[in-house]
């Protein structure tokens, strides 16, 4: 009974993992960009949503709402600004940029709000629960896993449904082509990072309300995030998904054999998805 | 036109002033425990050191295009090696060095083995996960104090080779003649380094390395084999970056699993210097150390500010000078001081040719 | 005034010169073929009028508006559209979807749109949702001349659009330009293949080594002019 608890809990952590990894594998499929400072902008978006629930008592759903927007306008100035000018067949400079800003950022956080962990609260959100059959779950494991899905599905139909997916998938295929067609890669970019930069904010809500955060967690959850891109195959968004979920799986079952195993199972998860499948579960026809 | 009036070579003027200046300079820092201070022995030991990482990383990522942001696994993996040595085993720590080296060596085959699964951006992260997991392991490790880690046993720090011999000769206490001999290690490690590096690259395989960064394809077309080289530099930079890690933490006389798996100290610090130095240059480390030094010796007070400017720096010298302080000032100057493109030139010494294959 | 015109055009790739002041002149519903060997610069030319090799202001010109150093989606929605020489199809896209990207900038509406592209290419409807790359060379091209033409372009650039294919589908493809001229569009075509060129073409420059070395209507030109224009005088 034990075990069908522990999955259960691993399944609603995987749609956290998945939020972090959801941005992620965006930008990655449009631009064949990693961005190193993935986790701290997550862990920036936690904060601006800590500021707007304590500066305006907004409660944190509102909060996240309102961060959106300016969370949007920071990915894509940074993108305007600083990626785009790094981008290019030599993958050595966007990498060292991008690890630059994550020193940054981590150190810029610490210096605005103290090394002090902190919390989003939610209210009586925190510690409300579903019982169903023998497993009780936790309401805001509930959610973050229902957005998880969401955000796949959103993205989903933002990718195959729409021109601008259409000039997404266009520009990731041939930039130069694509701007036969009046796209301009560059500003393409800087949408799609603004939009990874929404669901940053999305996953910021669920890190900060579940959990205490502080200025340096941001690279673990890079770690995780990269981890679930991975195992699902580079650019597929429900392997994404099936990636964050099978992380979260493997340290919840890690954790209940022995606490300090926690993420150590995680990370021997993905080494082993990798020994067996290189490409990931659910790798593109193409790359 | 007689074939024998021209030789090949990659001397320049500059160079061999910088080989006598080098020297010079050896002979210097060799001596320097006669007379200069501790504070000043433990500051070039922490020069030196840094020095080593930064050459064995711009190897690695500037020549081999293997960007690794998981390079502590190999400083700190190494470093409990000697520990392990030290006091479940009883190993001198001098000869645990060498043994840190091996074990980094092994530990990076199967690094490698995962990694090389990862391209690109994805092979950086690849390696950082790599070390966490081998960070998390070696916390497991009761013996060396787990998580909360543990301290070099007084026996093996005080009887080390070489420590009692430096306390009479130098007349200072055990901890100073700790200090002078880890500096000479230390010295004789960045020597051998830079001098090994410069040795590779001037090699038939280094130049095949250099060819491989500037175009694969056409380095493939022309028969090097691009998986060999990865795996010979990964593995030679794994080896250096676990002496030298043993190195740091034998002069600490104490670690911890996050002191020695740290990403900031071990991989950020040194992308920073390599970076700001000018990446893909033998040279470029050397600069990039020394303003590093200043930078943390003026800014250290200011904490996290001091990190903030350094990762500022670093976004800057790669959006606006992508060669770094060295890149500059060999445009400006033509400044070579490890040369390594080959040139003919007339044994009469009246003309130069510069040969195809400089590169910029 | 011509709809287009380049003036003294020269293009570099480093400090490779390609093109040595090239004059050429496109009037409203003209076609114009540019022929010439490999290497003669008709591909760059194309590249300059496109915008995907900036150029300096004043040598390119549409209805006597600078163009020329406009980027490539500038000049796109201007009006001037290309047929890239190699098709370059999106892989990921179908065949209708590679078609809508012709009118991701320019909805500019004409005679063109889906329903007209389909019934000059109505092969492309019964495939127009596989990708596009599951295509033969033949249909690939059609895909690639239909999604130009989306646009409603004033300018349509063709750059090789023979390379690679079968003489039969060359054919198949070519019997499609006289339908496009009656919708009143002005087209570029590049082609090593004279043949072809000479009979949809009003005017043919002949270029080599970078420069026209022969310009005029197909019927005034002997193909003496046209073998010497084409490999050189000495050949």
Redesign the interface.
Known sequence: MIWIDTIVQGILLGGLYALFALGLSLVFGIM???N?AHGDLIVLAAYLILVLVTLLGLGPFMAALLAAPIMFGIGWALQRL?LN??LGPD???????T??????L???L??AFSADSRRIPAGWLETSSVSLGPVSLGLMPLLTFASAILVTLALQWLFYRTALGRAFRATSDDPTTASLMGVKPEAIFAKATGIAMVVVTIAALYLGTRANFDPTIG?AR??YA??AV?IGG?GSLWGTLAGGVIIGVAQTVGAQINP?WQ??AG??A??VV??VR?RGLFPRAFD | MARSSYKVTTRTGASQIAALVAAVLLVAAIALPTFASRSLIQDMFFILTMLTLAQFWNLL?GYG?L?S?GQQAFVGFGAYMLFGGAILWGVDPVAGLLLAGVAALVLAVPTAF?AF??H???F???T???A??VR??V??WKAVGGGTGTSLPRDARDLMWGVQWIESAFEVRSSEARDILTYWLALALTVATIGGVYWFLRTKRGLALAALRDNVEAARSVGVDSERMKWIVFLVAAFGTGIAGALIFLQNGRISPDSAFS??DWT?FV??IV?IGG?GTIEGPIVGVLVFFALQTLLADY???Y??I??????AV??FS?GGLWGIISDRTGLRLFPIQRRLERRDGLQQKEVEEERP | MALLETRDLTAFYGDFQALFGVDLTLQEGETVAVIGANGAGKTTLMRSVSGLIRQTPGMVRLDGREIGALPADEIMAQGVAMVPEGRKLFPSLSVEENLLMGRHRRKVNGPWSLDSVYRLFPILKERRNQPGTALSGGQQQMVSIGRALMSNPRVLLCDEISLGLAPVVIRDIYAAFPRIRETGASVIVVEQDIGQAMKVADRVYCMMEGRVTLSGRPDELSREAIHDAYFGAAA
């Not at chain 2, 350094?310 to 976004?315: C, E, F, R, S, Y």
Request: charged share 10%; proline share 6%.
């Open positions: 064949r960009l990693v190193l600083v000018r790094v993958i050595l400079p966007p990498l060292l940029v690890f630059g800003l994550s020193v940054l981590q150190n810029a610490q210096e690279p890079l770690i990269f981890e991975i580079l300090e993420i150590l990370h021997v993905f080494l990798l020994l290189p | 990522a295009g960007v942001v995962f699964r990862l690109g951006a994805y950086a992260i690849g950082w996960v790599v966490e997991v998390l392991s916390a497991q990403v900031i950020a992308i920073f970076v990446i904490g996290s500010w990190l903030m350094l990762g500022a720096l670093g976004i790669m959006l992508p």
